[in-house]
């Protein structure tokens, strides 16, 4: 059994995320700093190693694609400021990219802690590549745990967050693969009334009906 996840506790979707209150490479930054926007927060294994290198280079140049989805990026690992910077400006000496979002330093890992990125079976010293995507009011809605050897695919958490917010703008879910301009899963009826009247009207408002509890439409 785990005593130390049991501790400290995992956050949970669809509730409030745990709040913080960190030094960034930005200044200081808190989880209230973010509320009427989404949130991308994400933690790497340490500075200055290569796959965490093509991760943040991945998040850098799909920034401006974030800003205009109303959704901040904000990094973490258990290192210090001056690591990040020295980290930031070899970055953009060795790659020609800049880092334009903040990143947390976390020597304490009380962040890392809160939000369950310390595993000790993969490093008890180290957060794992753990993201998660919080919305506007401050809930935690989607959590991507990878290993410590593997790297994250940015164009995923992309589609992923226009999936979310294409869900609580139409009250819809998507489909495996789902991506924009593709139709949308309507939720099934739950009566045997709604039921019946899925089946007969469902064709005629615009939904492309397979069976009563399955029926898409054009979002």
Same mark, same amino acid.
């Given at each position: 059994?785990?005593?130390?996840?049991?501790?400290?506790?995992?956050?949970?979707?669809?509730?409030?995320? !745990?709040?913080?209150s960190?030094?960034?490479?930005?200044?200081?930054?808190?989880?209230?700093?973010?509320?009427?926007?989404?949130?991308i927060?994400?933690?790497h294994?340490?500075?200055?190693? !290569?796959?965490?290198?093509?991760?943040?280079?991945?998040?850098?140049?799909?920034?401006d694609?974030?800003?205009?989805?109303?959704?901040?990026?904000?990094g973490l690992?258990?290192d210090?400021?001056f690591?990040?910077?020295?980290?930031?400006?070899?970055?953009?000496?060795?790659?020609?990219v800049d880092?334009?979002? !903040?990143?947390?330093?976390?020597?304490?890992?009380? =962040?890392?802690?809160? *939000?369950?990125?310390?595993? !000790?079976?993969?490093?008890?010293?180290?957060?794992?590549r753990?993201?998660?995507?919080?919305?506007?009011?401050?809930v935690?809605?989607?959590?991507? *745990? *990878?290993?410590?050897?593997n790297?994250?695919?940015?164009?995923?958490?992309?589609?992923l967050?226009?999936?979310?917010? /294409?869900?609580?703008?139409?009250?819809?879910?998507?489909?495996?693969?789902?991506?924009?301009?593709?139709?949308a899963? =309507?939720?099934?009826?739950? /009566?045997v009334?709604?039921?019946?009247?899925?089946?007969?009207?469902?064709?005629?408002?615009?939904?492309?009906?397979?069976?009563? *509890?399955f029926?898409?439409?054009?979002?």
């Open positions: 059994m785990n005593t130390e996840s049991i501790a400290y506790g995992l956050p949970r979707l669809n509730e409030p995320a !745990p709040a913080f960190a030094k960034t490479t930005h200044g200081d930054r808190t989880l209230a700093d973010y509320k009427g926007k989404w949130l927060l994400f933690s294994p340490a500075d200055f190693t !290569p796959v965490c290198t093509t991760e943040f280079m991945g998040f850098a140049r799909n920034h694609k974030f800003k205009s989805m109303n959704c901040e990026l904000l690992s258990i210090s400021i690591a990040h910077l020295a980290w930031v400006r070899s970055i953009k000496q060795n790659f020609d880092i334009p979002f !903040p990143i947390i330093e976390d020597l304490k890992m009380e =962040v890392a802690r809160a *939000y369950g990125m310390i595993h !000790p079976g993969a490093a008890d010293t180290q957060a794992v753990a993201t998660f995507f919080i919305d506007p009011n401050g935690l809605r989607a959590m991507v *745990y *990878y290993p410590m050897s790297g994250r695919s940015i164009n995923e958490f992309v589609r967050l226009e999936a979310l917010q /294409t869900s609580d703008k139409y009250g819809v879910a998507t489909p495996e693969a789902w991506c924009p301009g593709d139709k899963i =309507v939720p099934p009826p739950k /009566t009334e709604a039921m019946n009247e899925r089946i007969a009207e469902g064709p005629k408002q615009g939904m492309e009906v397979t069976d009563w *509890y029926s898409k439409k054009s979002v």
